[in-house]
């Protein structure tokens, strides 16, 4: 699966994420993987402004509905 983010190979809607296996993709912000059946956020950082978070949860609630479709 490429980046869920990637609207064109330049051009990310969010966090740009590489893959690391089926459950786990790294961004520049830190870790997401699958948790209990769900997507979660292991940050790199401590520190995050407003337009930063908003993006890590709209890329959490994309991982999630696109899990819960393959299912």
């Given at each position: 699966?490429?980046?869920?983010?990637?609207?064109?190979?330049?051009k990310c809607n969010g966090p740009h994420?590489?893959?690391?296996?089926?459950?786990?993709?790294?961004?520049?912000?830190?870790?997401?993987?699958?948790?209990?059946?769900?997507?979660?956020?292991?940050?790199?950082?401590?520190?995050?402004?407003?337009?930063?978070?908003?993006?890590?949860?709209?890329?959490?609630?994309n991982l999630n509905e696109s899990h819960?479709?393959?299912?």
């Amino acid at each position: 699966m490429e980046c869920p983010n990637c609207i064109t190979p330049w051009k990310c809607n969010g966090p740009h994420l590489e893959q690391m296996s089926d459950s786990i993709y790294k961004s520049i912000h830190g870790y997401f993987l699958i948790k209990n059946d769900r997507w979660i956020f292991t940050p790199v950082d401590k520190e995050f402004d407003v337009d930063t978070l908003f993006s890590i949860i709209d890329t959490l609630r994309n991982l999630n509905e696109s899990h819960a479709r393959r299912y």
